[in-house]
DNA sequence: CGTCTTTGCTAAACTGTTTCAACAAGTGTG
DNA sequence: CACACTTGTTGAAACAGTTTAGCAAAGACG
């Protein structure tokens, strides 16, 4: 018999629209705020008749739980991070921008919000990416960009938060995740080239301290070594995985390489920027060189000319990075290894090899 | 003298990070937990010397407040929600990446924090949208990529969530909003191309529905009256926004126009796909047919040609809307429209028009 | 010396949920 | 008929903060 009828102090909440709390449910039901909760959460110990009779209601009265004080007494926030690089155009950048698409959609399904951080140095020096977990911002938090200096990283694994690395790999680290399988989709660009007959392939890559670009660079030599090919020094250049890079390192290489007939780069927007260079100096793409890059951006369809890539399964990554990560809050024990296979996409920036076809 | 000393039930947090609370530190301190809170926040009815004792030992003790309890009793999330567009690329999208960019900069700065998005069907139709204020995920929304037929926008007005419309603008509703100013945009691009000779210039849009795209057609038109032009009904085409639409709108242009010397999209990409379609056409870009995009994304930089195009001030944009918004949250009462300036980036996909110049 | 004000702090109410112990009523069993 | 078990519900504690009313103690003043 609602003993607690003591006054509620009316809600001063100018404008707001007023929101309906379990209580104000309950009474109108004319039972606790437990049972109104237990109906809400599917509890089998309430009657079906009362369950019912309250659903209705909630209905009516578009009662909508307040997911503060869920998360609070929870200690669940259904909250994900996602962590990006400090690079000023992280946000427009298009491969990011796929992997998160994948993210976004499988958080959505999965009763998930996703919060974007960027992993600025004064953001991690104050420990913040550690802060979001202790003040209760998110349950879970997923690393896109990172690399071998991000010794960050770690630090989740350390204060036992979960955290997943996308698409890339770190090897002296138990921390999960998922990637793509950059060594096959190297094998298959190299084989694609070999086989059109170039010999003399220059490699736009970047960044060693990735150890997806290292593995890249690692399969263009052993495919080079198979064909009894020893690159110079001058093969390989790197390119910041930017369009400005991927074309200071053509030069570089059509400078340096002579009778250089083919370019592999590490990313598409190096190849963009490569064969843009490459234009600019006169030559043609692919009569003069072929090019070839990696990632298979929807853009890469739309360059001129148009683009021969690996497609890398980045939505997939996303959404399966965000899968798995959910499974670790949900206190899954083994490690999570995922490796995605990528496949060769061939477009017009690649042709017979020179040498071979005249 | 801590009467309150009932046992706490003891934390079942395996794994977990065990978190500090504000009892911890009052406990330690041997004073009430208002105290502490006071002292937090910087509430000057606390002695100077008990202040300094309890900053120094929350620093010690590692205390960082649970935000969730905050929100819960203040009201205020300090989270925002950045609604993009239910398309496919939209994440991937570098228009949509350089606003989010100065959304999340500048949120950052004032202590906020940013939640992803997508305005799709279903999720309208639930009315998530007003959900995730009813339910207290966020404190505010930006709305992106928004046209005429987004009704749903007018929902936060009417629900009294501050909400802000991000380089767009709504004739019928009183929504704030921060906008590139389109108008003068093209005004630019066409007096440039005019004042290179061109007449017969095709005009490349998209979706009639959004008031920018309107400004950007009725600009164009307007331009061209004033030196005696009156286009025909083939030279303004829709490119639906995209590569693809882009390269589309330049065929039929090319079809249907004769003697077209010029083209201007309504935004980089469709300018990208437009300049890939006349290169495929065996014309070239500028000597036959010059083309202007707008926004100038990163990668306008890096075509070849490079683009010729109106800059907008994306990250700006999504700067102030980040910043109103927030003063909207803290209870201004003047509505906001603010128009942020555009200028003209000449590039090489422009030269003077061939009648002219020969 | 008694009253008034200021200072410094505390108890308790409040935010809105989940969950558990307990209890009344009804049913089944020996 | 007594006892145990099941069913349906409730009260209260817990989550972790903020905020307000109010209580002592100390200083100012008539």
Redesign the pocket.
Known sequence: ????L????V?ANPGRAS????????KEA?????????V??G?????????LRIQRLVERMG????????S????YTNVVAVMLPALRHAFADAYFGEVISGICDKAGKMGYKVMLEQAKPEFLKEKQHIRIFER?YVDGVLCLGTNDRHRWVEDFGAAGCPAMVVDNHFDHTRIDHVVCDYRSGAEQAMNYLIQLGHQKIGLITAAPEIKTARSVRETYRAKLAEVGVEPGDDWVVDGEFTEEGGADAARSLMDKVPGLTAIFAGNDKMAIGAMHQVLTLGLRVPQDVSVVGFDDLQHAAFVNPTLTTIHLPLYEVGAMAMERLIERIHGRAEPVHEVLPTHLVVRNSTAMAKSVSS
């Open positions: 018999m609602l003993t607690d003591k006054q509620r102090r809600r929101v309906v709390s379990l209580r104000d449910v309950a004319k039972v606790s705020v437990a049972t109104v909760s237990m809400l959460n509890n089998s110990r309430i009657s079906r008749a009362t369950a009662y909508q739980p307040n997911r503060l004080a869920q609070l007494s929870s200690r209760r």
